[in-house]
């Protein structure tokens, strides 16, 4: 594929985003920056956020993993569901209740100034490195199809990735990533969905043929009954579960679109609406890898390997650039280009609002001092995003998706403690050893998981590190607990 069409294509797609930006950033302020004055329509949110939550990740990955894991993937995505039933019907009206910016605020008004700051650190860490790792595969797949070709080298290339989000962000805010989500998860849909359409013509199936075969073929497995095995129903359901109410309920990012609702109810018909999406999106993105390997197979194709063994992730880039058609080339560009930057604008969007209101004070600042703070933190972490991508790819990894929810339960576990202790006891703690509590957990976590194989009878972790993680963070404060909380905290808490 041309260089030159596919940096036409990249700039054109930037352009409608420029222009999106130019039209919802007018007249704006902190409060369209934070929370786009309150006024986002829910159907809008919904439908935007199923970019946010799938990523570059789920468009190579998801699809790449098929034929290592079939369809076993469904059984998180069901876990998901349960997952956000309890971030909308008892996290959200707990951050409606407490008109908050910030979630993390909520941890300050329950334990105290330490374990606000530990929260808001957390979340900051976590989603640096997790949408770092979901840059760093759109940024290797465009280094592959463009870069490399004219020469750039990756550091620049992912540099003009990064600056081309800022550029669009640094004004509007969460006003204007409420509508380019909209548009990419748009895109990303039609991608899929094209690409689905496109394999099945070059297999001459029709749609009930495609179904069929789909459903006989060796990839359709979705359970898993062996307890021993890694993808074991009720270990992937119950993670699926806790990941959704930690990288939704308990991330600034997510909620921080849900909290741009006009009130509580519009919230929640989004989060519901929203779930039920999830799940038919994420049997497309199933159904495309399927297709695939079977595609491949028919067509006598041999699939990148490492080590004698397929590279998922290179799967469907490999396919599409190289053995599918011109246009089904650009449509897989198109999508991987929408549905990653999707979910990095609003990243930096998040990390800015967690560190402004969380570490700066935000809230004793004039306007004029507000926005200009604004526009140096947007710049620095856009500048650290960069830097863990290049360190990232340094380092790299065989499955991105299986890297990002082994980020997201070392680094999540500490919140999913901490909000837990606060929602289900009334127990104070000793806010200034939280800090410390916050760090052991996820060590002895590590080790418990690197060792669980030799003490628990062969038994090995998997994302369910979360929920250990979690549950020592959990034990630790209710070792820090103090007792109950007075009246007088009661009564603030509630307020």
Same mark, same amino acid.
């Given at each position: 594929?041309?260089?030159?069409?596919?940096?036409?294509?990249?700039?054109?797609?930037?352009?409608?985003?420029?222009?999106?930006?130019?039209?919802?950033?007018?007249?704006?302020?902190?409060?369209?920056?934070f929370l786009a004055n309150r006024q986002s329509p829910w159907y809008v949110v919904a439908f935007g956020m199923i970019g946010t939550t799938l990523s570059g990740v789920t468009f190579v990955s998801i699809p790449g993993m098929v034929q290592k894991a079939q369809f076993s993937y469904l059984q998180m995505v069901l876990g998901y569901?349960?997952?956000?039933?309890?971030?909308?019907?008892?996290?959200?009206?707990?951050?409606?209740?407490?008109?908050?910016?910030?979630?993390?605020?909520?941890?300050?008004?329950?334990?105290?100034?330490?374990?606000?700051?530990?929260?808001?650190?957390?979340?900051?860490?976590?989603?640096?490195?997790?949408?770092?790792?979901r840059l760093f595969l759109v940024a290797g797949v465009l280094q592959l199809a463009v870069f490399d070709e004219l020469g750039i080298p990756f550091s620049v290339s992912v540099f003009i990735t990064i600056a081309l989000i800022w550029v669009y962000t640094f004004r509007g805010g969460m006003k204007t990533i409420i509508w380019t989500?909209?548009?990419?998860?748009?895109?990303?849909?039609?991608?899929?969905?094209?690409?689905?359409?496109?394999?099945?013509?070059?297999?001459?199936?029709?749609?009930?043929?495609?179904?069929?075969?789909?459903?006989?073929?060796?990839?359709?497995?979705?359970?898993?009954?062996?307890?021993?095995?890694?993808?074991?129903?009720?270990?992937?359901?119950?993670?699926?579960?806790?990941?959704?109410?930690?990288?939704?309920?308990?991330?600034?990012?997510?909620?921080?679109?849900?909290?741009?609702?006009?009130?509580?109810?519009?919230?929640?018909?989004?989060?519901?609406?929203?779930?039920?999406?999830?799940v038919i999106v994420n049997i497309l993105f199933l159904s495309l890898g399927a297709l695939l390997y079977i595609y491949a197979s028919s067509k006598g194709i041999s699939l990148p390997t490492e080590g004698g063994k397929i590279v998922g992730d290179d799967v469907f880039p490999f396919l599409a650039l190289n053995h599918f058609s $011109?246009?089904? /080339?650009?449509?897989? !560009? #198109?999508?991987?280009?929408?549905? %990653?930057?999707?979910?990095?604008?609003?990243?930096? =969007?998040?990390?800015?609002?967690?560190?402004?209101?969380?570490?700066?004070?935000?809230?004793?600042?004039?306007?004029?001092?507000?926005?200009?703070?604004?526009?140096?933190?947007?710049?620095?972490?856009?500048?650290?995003?960069?830097?863990?991508?290049?360190?990232?790819?340094?380092?790299?990894?065989?499955?991105?998706?299986?890297?990002?929810?082994?980020?997201?339960?070392?680094?999540?576990?500490?919140?999913?403690?901490?909000?837990?202790?606060?929602?289900?006891?009334?127990?104070?703690?000793?806010?200034?050893?939280?800090?410390?509590?916050?760090?052991?957990?996820?060590?002895?976590?590590?080790?418990?998981?690197?060792?669980?194989?030799?003490?628990?009878?062969? $038994?090995?972790? /998997?994302?369910?590190? !979360? #929920?250990?993680?979690?549950?020592? %963070?959990?034990?630790?404060?209710?070792?820090?607990? =103090?007792?109950?909380?007075?009246?007088?905290?009661?009564?603030?808490?509630?307020?």
């Amino acid at each position: 594929m041309s260089p030159a069409l596919v940096l036409g294509l990249i700039a054109a797609y930037f352009l409608i985003l420029i222009f999106i930006s130019y039209l919802t950033s007018k007249n704006t302020d902190s409060d369209t920056f934070f929370l786009a004055n309150r006024q986002s329509p829910w159907y809008v949110v919904a439908f935007g956020m199923i970019g946010t939550t799938l990523s570059g990740v789920t468009f190579v990955s998801i699809p790449g993993m098929v034929q290592k894991a079939q369809f076993s993937y469904l059984q998180m995505v069901l876990g998901y569901v349960l997952g956000y039933f309890v971030v909308a019907t008892v996290l959200m009206p707990l951050y409606y209740r407490l008109n908050l910016v910030s979630i993390y605020t909520y941890l300050e008004q329950r334990f105290g100034y330490w374990s606000y700051k530990t929260g808001a650190a957390f979340f900051l860490l976590s989603r640096t490195l997790g949408a770092a790792i979901r840059l760093f595969l759109v940024a290797g797949v465009l280094q592959l199809a463009v870069f490399d070709e004219l020469g750039i080298p990756f550091s620049v290339s992912v540099f003009i990735t990064i600056a081309l989000i800022w550029v669009y962000t640094f004004r509007g805010g969460m006003k204007t990533i409420i509508w380019t989500d909209t548009f990419q998860t748009t895109a990303m849909l039609l991608a899929v969905g094209t690409s689905i359409w496109l394999i099945s013509e070059e297999l001459n199936f029709s749609f009930q043929e495609m179904v069929q075969t789909i459903q006989v073929s060796e990839y359709s497995q979705v359970f898993e009954w062996d307890v021993k095995e890694n993808d074991y129903f009720l270990k992937q359901f119950l993670s699926g579960a806790f990941i959704t109410i930690v990288m939704t309920g308990l991330d600034q990012d997510m909620m921080q679109k849900n909290l741009s609702c006009r009130n509580i109810g519009e919230a929640q018909k989004n989060m519901f609406w929203f779930s039920v999406i999830l799940v038919i999106v994420n049997i497309l993105f199933l159904s495309l890898g399927a297709l695939l390997y079977i595609y491949a197979s028919s067509k006598g194709i041999s699939l990148p390997t490492e080590g004698g063994k397929i590279v998922g992730d290179d799967v469907f880039p490999f396919l599409a650039l190289n053995h599918f058609s $011109y246009f089904s /080339g650009i449509v897989f !560009l #198109l999508g991987i280009i929408a549905i %990653t930057y999707a979910s990095a604008d609003s990243a930096l =969007t998040a990390l800015t609002t967690s560190f402004c209101v969380d570490f700066l004070n935000f809230r004793d600042k004039t306007e004029h001092a507000r926005v200009r703070t604004r526009y140096v933190v947007h710049l620095g972490f856009s500048l650290l995003m960069v830097l863990v991508i290049l360190i990232f790819n340094i380092l790299n990894s065989d499955n991105v998706i299986t890297a990002v929810f082994i980020v997201a339960g070392y680094t999540y576990g500490p919140l999913l403690g901490l909000y837990s202790f606060g929602l289900y006891t009334k127990r104070a703690v000793r806010d200034r050893f939280v800090p410390a509590v916050c760090i052991i957990a996820p060590l002895l976590t590590y080790v418990i998981s690197y060792n669980s194989k030799e003490w628990f009878w062969g $038994y090995e972790f /998997g994302f369910e590190v !979360l #929920l250990l993680n979690g549950f020592l %963070t959990f034990t630790g404060l209710m070792g820090l607990s =103090t007792g109950k909380m007075d009246d007088l905290e009661l009564a603030q808490e509630k307020a």
